[in-house]
């Protein structure tokens, strides 16, 4: 950890070791306003490398993750009206639709269970089924 006085912030680094394709090292980094937060925010981080052996990254968004999913549909999907069906079910949920707010911008990391559940309460209430 250290001060960053042109941010006016302290700053946590967790390494995670080195990326396999490219043999780069892979860090981490939190801030926060005070060396107790940040102090937190690292541990936090380094509870999450020790139960799954890495750190995700924290500019994953919805989309991201829902386009992926789209581009590599399960083997199972063999529809191309299923596979239209889940689209638009992401355009719904990413974008939003008849006056709903989407989550598509939203990091992955900081997605809650309340966000997922507003959207779709939304969602049925513009009609749309529960499905």
């Not at 107790?36 to 993750?65: F, M, N, P, Y």
């Not at 999907?77 to 974008?95: G, K, L």
């Not at 309340?114 to 749309?128: K, N, Q, T």
Request: proline letters at 2%; one cysteine or more; hydrophobic letters at 35%.
């Amino acid at each position: 950890m250290f001060y960053d006085a042109a941010r006016g912030c302290w700053v946590g680094v967790l390494d995670i070791g080195r990326d396999p394709e490219t043999r780069r090292r892979r860090r981490r980094k939190v801030s926060a306003a005070t060396k107790t937060e940040c102090r937190e925010l690292l541990a936090g981080l380094l509870q999450e490398k020790r139960k799954s052996g890495t750190v995700g990254r924290r500019d994953i968004t919805v989309r991201a993750v829902v386009d992926d999913f789209l581009a590599n549909p399960s083997a199972e999907i063999r529809s191309d009206i299923t596979r239209q069906v889940n689209h638009d079910a992401a355009v719904r949920i990413c974008d939003g639709a008849s006056g709903v707010r989407g989550i598509g911008t939203t990091p992955l990391a900081r997605l809650t269970v309340g966000d997922v559940e507003r959207v779709l309460r939304e969602l049925a209430r513009a009609g749309y089924s529960a499905r």
